[in-house]
C-alpha cells in the first residue's frame, strides 16, 4: 500500500524563504514536509483523514499522501496510542493525533506504561519514535476536557520528552524536529494560537533545542510557554511604558527544560516570573522556580513568582477569563517581585 | 481431535474444517512432547528457585504447557511476532529463545527480560495485563502496510480479557482488518477470581461475533488440537482474512505466582476436579498408542529437560545484577542534560559510598 505514495518522495520541496502563515498552516506544512521525506512516517487519529482534523492541520494530507499513510482511527485514544507502540515496533514512525487535550487521559496507561518505558524495558532495541500531537491549553471556551494542560503531568513520566512552540515559525520547525528524534515526543500545541499568523523562516529554523529568548530585557524575566508566551509579551510592552524592561523566555522544550538558559537570563535581570496555565501545585512553574533558585540564589532579588491558573478543575467558557492568568495578574506578579524588600 | 464448538462462536470467513489440514508428522508429536517436558520441568524447578532464594519470584504456567507449546509452535519464525504478558515462558522455549535471557526478567535482573525481542521474535515481558494486546494490533497493521506476510500471536487470558484495552484491540484489528491471532488461554483463574465472575457470555471467543470475526475454542490442554487451531487462525490472518480469536480453554494447575495462597480460594478435590486431564500424560498415551514414541523416547526426554533446566539454572545463578549506569542508559535513545547530571551525581555519590 506503501508504494502508490513514495513516487512523491523525491521531489524536490521549494519554499520562498519566509512564508506568512498561521500556526495551523504551518503546523500542517511541517507534516505534509515529514509525510514527504520520510516514508516510514504515518499520521493518524480521530478525522485526521478526510475530514483533516477538527482543527485542520491534516488538511490535504490523505488526498496527498494516500490513506495508508494518513488515516481515521476509531474512536478509542488508548488504542491510538496503543497501535502507535506496535507501529513503532514494526519500523514506522507514527505521529498520532489525540484530537484534545483531556481526551488524553484515556490514554494514560498505553502512554505512561508502555511508550514511555518500552526502549527501557527493551534496553534500547525498541525505541519509541512516536510523536504525539495533543491540541492544548485553553482560551476557546469550548467544552469541558477541551482546555486542559497536561505539561507537568506528562514531564514527570521518566521516558517522554514534551515540547510546546509558541508561534508558526517554532510550530513547523519544532514539529519536524520532533518527528525526526528517535524518542517519544509529546507535542502540545496551543489550540487558541492556531489562527494567528506569523513569518516562518522556512529554511532556517535556528536552534531547535532549548529555550529561547523572544524579548530581551534587562528588569525581570518572564518565563512562558505555549499560548502564555504571547500574553507575555503584550505584558512586556505595557511594564515597558512604566520603563520596566521585562524578557521573555519561551521554555519551548518542558522536558527536558533549558536550565542553562534559565540561569543566562535571570542570572543577568536577577528577577524572575513563571506563567502558565495549568493548576499551580506541583505544576512545572515549581520545577522552573527550583531551577532558577537552584542557580541564581546569590544574585536573586526576589523570590521567583508564579502567576498560574488555580487548583481548580478547568472551569467552563463563561470563567476560563478568570482562570487563565490575564495581563493583570502578570503584572501584579511582576509588581510583587520589583517591589520585594528582605526582611 | 479436540477443538471445541468451531461453529456455534464462528461467524463472517472462518477456515472451514474441511480444509486440508496436514496432520503432524511423528517427529513433530515427538517435538512438541519433548518441548512440554523441557517447559514442564523448567516451570516447576522455577517454583523451587524461588523457595530455594535463587530467584525472588515467578508465575508458573503448570497446566498450560499444551496451550502455551501448541500455539507458539504454530508460528512462522521468519514472519511472525508473538506478544506474551508475564506468563508465557512455554511460548519462549518453544520458539527458541535464550532462556536464562529470558528467566533473568524472574531474577529481577531486568523488567522486560535480556533477550533482543527483534531477534527473539517475542515482545518484551509484560506486565501490565492486556498491556501488549493493542501492541500486536499495530504491529500487524504495518505488516499490511509493508505488503509483510507476519502475523501477530497476541496472547492474554480470562482475566486480561475484562480490560477495556482488548475491545479497543479487537474492534481497531476488525476495522483495520489486521492480521492478528488474539490467543486466550483461558485458565480458570484470574489471581483468586474465577472465570464465571470474570468473563460474561460464557466465554471469550463469544464475543468475536460482534466484531465480526471467527474464533474456535479449543481444549487447551490438547497441544495436537492447539497447534491445529492456531495453525488455521495464522493462516486466516496471512491470506488477509483479517483477525481471528482462539480461546484455548486450560487450567492454572499452580498459584498465580509463587506469593499467591490459593488455599484460600479453592480446594484441592477442586483442582483435581477441574484441571482435566493433564496434557503431557495426554500426549503420552497417545503417543504410545500410536506406536510413535517409546518409553526409551519419554525418558531421554525427561532427561534432556533435566539438563536443561541445569544449565539454565546455572546461568541465573550466574547473572550478577546489571550494572546501576543502565538505570540511566536505556531511558531514552538520546539522553537529556539533566539525567546526564543525575548520572554522574549517582556514580560521584556510590563511588564515596
Known sequence: ?343 | MDILQPGPVTVGTAPSASETTPGLAPEQLRELYSLMASVRFLDTSAVAWQRQGIIPGYAPELGQEAAQVGSAYALDLDCDFAFPTYREMGVARTIGVDMVAYMSTHKATWHGGMYDPQESRLAPIQAVVAGSVLHAVGWAHGQTLQGTPGVALSYFGDGASSQGDVHEAMNFAAVMNAPVVFFIQNNGWAISVPTEKQVAGGSVSARAAGYGMPAIQVDGNDVVAVYEATRRALDHARTGHGPMVVEAMTYRRGPHSTADDPGRYRSLDDERIDAGKDPLERLRKRMLADGIADDDFFAAAHETARSEEEAIRAGIEALGPRPGSEMFEFVFQETTPSLETQANRWREESDHA
Not at chain 1, 26 to 31: C, E, G, V
Not at chain 1, 69 to 95: K, N, Q
Not at chain 1, 269 to 296: D, F, K, M, N
Request: charged letters at 25%; proline letters at 6%.
Open chain 1, 1 to 343: 500500500m506503501l508504494e502508490s505514495t513514495t513516487a512523491t518522495l523525491d521531489a524536490a520541496v521549494e519554499y520562498a524563504e519566509v512564508e506568512h502563515l498561521s500556526m495551523q498552516q504551518a503546523l500542517n506544512r511541517a507534516l505534509d514536509d515529514v509525510l514527504t521525506a520520510d516514508p516510514k512516517t504515518l499520521v493518524f487519529g480521530e478525522d485526521c483523514g478526510r475530514l483533516g482534523g477538527v482543527f485542520r492541520i491534516t488538511d490535504g494530507l490523505q488526498a496527498k499522501h494516500g490513506d495508508a499513510r494518513v488515516f481515521d482511527t476509531p474512536l478509542a485514544e488508548s488504542g491510538i496510542l496503543g497501535m502507535s507502540v506496535g507501529l513503532a515496533m514494526a519500523g514506522f514512525h507514527p505521529i498520532p493525533e489525540v484530537q484534545f487535550d483531556g481526551f488524553a487521559y484515556p490514554a494514560i496507561n498505553q502512554i505512561v506504561c508502555q511508550i514511555a518505558r518500552m526502549n527501557y524495558r527493551s534496553r534500547g532495541k525498541l525505541p519509541m519514535p512516536v510523536t504525539l500531537r495533543v491540541p492544548s491549553f485553553g482560551g476557546i471556551r469550548a467544552p469541558e476536557h477541551h482546555g486542559e494542560s497536561l505539561e507537568a503531568l506528562f514531564a514527570h513520566v521518566p521516558g517522554l520528552k514534551v515540547v510546546s512552540p509558541s508561534d508558526a515559525h517554532d510550530a513547523y520547525h519544532l514539529l519536524k524536529y520532533a518527528a525526526s528524534r528517535p524518542d517519544p515526543v509529546i507535542f502540545m500545541e496551543p489550540k487558541s494560537r492556531y489562527w494567528q499568523k506569523g513569518p516562518v523562516d522556512m529554511r532556517d529554523g535556528g536552534t531547535l533545542s532549548g529555550a529561547r529568548i523572544v524579548r530581551p530585557g534587562r528588569h525581570l524575566t518572564l518565563v512562558a510557554w505555549g499560548a502564555m508566551v504571547a500574553r507575555c509579551l503584550q505584558v512586556a510592552e505595557l511594564a515597558a511604558e512604566d520603563g520596566i524592561d521585562v524578557e521573555v523566555l519561551d521554555l519551548r522544550w518542558l522536558k527536558p527544560i533549558d536550565a542553562e538558559a534559565l540561569a543566562r537570563s535571570v542570572g543577568k535581570t536577577r528577577r524572575a516570573v513563571v506563567v502558565h496555565e495549568a493548576p499551580l501545585t506541583s505544576g512545572l512553574g515549581a520545577e522552573v522556580a527550583q531551577l532558577i533558585t537552584q542557580q541564581c540564589f546569590d544574585t536573586l532579588k526576589a523570590p521567583v513568582e508564579r502567576v498560574t491558573g488555580f487548583d481548580v478543575p478547568y472551569p467552563s467558557g463563561d470563567l476560563e477569563d478568570e482562570y487563565i492568568p490575564n495581563i493583570d495578574r502578570i503584572l501584579l506578579g511582576i509588581q510583587r517581585v520589583l517591589e520585594y524588600r528582605r526582611g
